[in-house]
């Protein structure tokens, strides 16, 4: 079908399509889409900016006037060129260690650094660039470590905790108490008998006239008689004479089982 077909309406013929194109035609679709071409189109530009860079940047240094460049020549320092840079360094550590030895900070060592300054001065004449470089180094380190020392701060001390009082003893256990002795049995008393039980009997004879009277006592009874101030005993008799008128009393005492009988006799008749 053909354009003018087209225009007119006609339909297009059906034209039967294989199920599978073959390769040539997948291969001829996709170099004529559109998307493949304008990849194609970009590859090649962006290809041909990167190798025109590279020509660029390799042929510029060419490109250069000889006149621009110039060359540097190092020359290398002699050893008496050396030496001398070596004991100017020295002669200004040395000022600098005597100034700082002089007025030193507060409670900085300073020995070191003199004997440092020693050596380095009697060190100004010799030749061996070794012993400077040792030198310089020494020195210089000690300088630094005396400038910047700083007296430490004396922390206060503590006050010592007072000591603890020492735990009081233990009161010791009071003794027992000894045991009371037992008291000693007290000693039994004595038998005593009872004392026999005493009977006695008593009579009274008045006389008027002097008289000599007995009083007489059966059962072994005592007789004490009495008359004026007068007495007399005796072992179941007593006699006691009246040189005037009297009253005579006798008793009789005897043990309570003897059964007394009192009597009394007189040679006067005035008796009764």
């Excluded at 100017?88 to 600098?96: N, V």
Aim: hydrophobic share 35%; proline share 11%.
């Amino acid at each position: 079908m053909d354009a003018y077909d087209q225009l007119h309406g006609k339909k297009p013929e059906k034209v039967p399509t294989p199920l599978r194109a073959s390769r040539k035609d997948r291969a001829v679709f996709y170099l004529s889409s559109k998307r493949v071409s304008r990849t194609i189109l970009i590859t090649f530009i962006t290809l041909t900016v990167i190798a025109v860079g590279l020509a660029v940047w390799k042929l510029a240094p060419t490109w250069a006037p000889q006149s621009a460049q110039s060359t540097v020549v190092v020359r290398e320092p002699s050893v008496p060129e050396v030496m001398l840079e070596k004991k100017a360094r020295l002669r200004l550590l040395i000022d600098d260690a005597t100034t700082l030895a002089a007025k030193p900070p507060e409670g900085a060592d300073t020995a070191r650094l003199t004997q440092l300054v020693n050596d380095a001065t009697t060190l100004l004449d010799g030749t061996v660039i070794d012993d400077y470089d040792t030198t310089l180094a020494d020195l210089k380190a000690e300088i630094e470590k005396v400038r910047t020392f700083k007296k430490p701060v004396e922390k206060p001390k503590k006050p010592e905790p007072a000591p603890e009082p020492a735990p009081a003893p233990a009161p010791e256990p009071a003794p027992a108490p000894e045991p009371a002795p037992a008291p000693a049995p007290e000693p039994e008393p004595e038998y005593v008998p009872p004392a026999p039980s005493r009977a006695s009997t008593s009579s009274t004879v008045t006389c008027t006239g002097p008289a000599s009277v007995s009083f007489s006592a059966s059962g072994g009874g005592t007789v004490t008689l009495s008359a004026g101030g007068q007495s007399t005993s005796g072992s179941g008799f007593a006699a006691l004479t009246v040189s005037t008128s009297g009253t005579v009393t006798g008793v009789a005492e005897g043990d309570g089982s003897v059964n007394i009988s009192f009597s009394w006799s007189s040679d006067a008749a005035t008796c009764y």
